[in-house]
């Protein structure tokens, strides 16, 4: 069995919560934040997972090469995105994985080590 020291994530990495948003490096993000391999920036999240729309992320998905997926946290609980942002961004060729905000922030961690050339759209937590 081989032992390794992991190596540190490259790019921004959430380090906890804070109220209803993402501690991301020395930030915090009240509102939402949005995760690039380089990047977190701040996001005016909508107020519910159904009025998501494909321009909400646009930016987030111009990165070169295109991102595997989209880990979307849905907030304080799991929903489901409407079908439409869904197929728009399968129509791309971006698969979207939903999950709760904190299971998404720890699962962003967990395949950033990994190496994969995912982005995250993170809702606030209330």
Do not use: C, H, N, Y
């Amino acid at each position: 069995m081989e032992i390794r020291r992991e190596t540190p994530i490259a790019g921004p990495v959430v380090k906890g919560f804070a109220g209803t948003g993402f501690r991301v490096g020395e930030g915090v993000f009240p509102r939402g934040v949005t995760l690039a391999p380089e990047a977190a920036l701040e996001w005016d999240a909508p107020a519910t997972v159904a009025e998501l729309t494909p321009e909400m992320v646009a930016g987030l998905l111009a990165i070169e090469p295109p991102p595997e997926f989209l880990l979307l946290g849905t907030g304080p609980r799991l929903a489901q995105p409407p079908r439409t942002f869904v197929a728009a961004l399968e129509a791309r060729g971006i698969g979207v994985e939903a999950m709760d905000s904190r299971a998404a922030a720890r699962a962003w961690g967990v395949l950033r080590q990994e190496e994969r050339w995912i982005v995250a759209a993170l809702m606030p937590l209330g």
